[in-house]
């Protein structure tokens, strides 16, 4: 049964940091670059960071780049995702997502094969 499980998730001011965890099983987790997205209510989900099967390329959305990093131990079957210095905006339902792909890693929803249940991150003021 393929599963990923995202943890890591939780209530932390504006500024703080957490460290959130995607960990796969049921398929080959090296051949499948991995992305978080994020859905805040109300709005659409989307693309927030990703990874390629290798670690070699990373992608960031712009609201991000600077105090998110993803990085990913294949020897774990687990992404991580590094966020800093988080703002209100970032509260949202974070997700991981597998991808099958070759190389890079694709950003939208439709590129993924594979979804976790999400994990809550909010963000007080």
């Known amino acids: 049964e393929v599963q990923l499980v995202e943890s890591g998730g939780g209530l932390v001011q504006a500024g703080g940091s957490l460290r959130l965890s995607c960990a796969a099983s049921g398929f080959t987790f090296e051949d499948y670059a991995i992305g978080w997205f994020r859905q805040a209510p109300g709005k659409e989900r989307e693309f927030v960071s990703g990874i390629s099967r290798s670690g070699a390329s990373t992608e960031y959305t712009d609201s991000v780049k600077g105090r998110f990093t993803i990085a990913r131990d294949n020897d774990k079957n687990t992404v991580y995702l590094q966020m800093n210095s988080l703002k209100p905006e970032d509260t949202a339902v974070y997700y991981c997502?597998?991808?099958?792909?070759?190389?890079?890693?694709?950003?939208?929803?439709?590129?993924?094969?594979?979804w976790g249940q999400g994990t809550q991150v909010t963000v007080s003021s």
């Open positions: 997502a597998a991808d099958w792909r070759t190389r890079g890693v694709g950003v939208f929803t439709a590129d993924f094969n594979y």
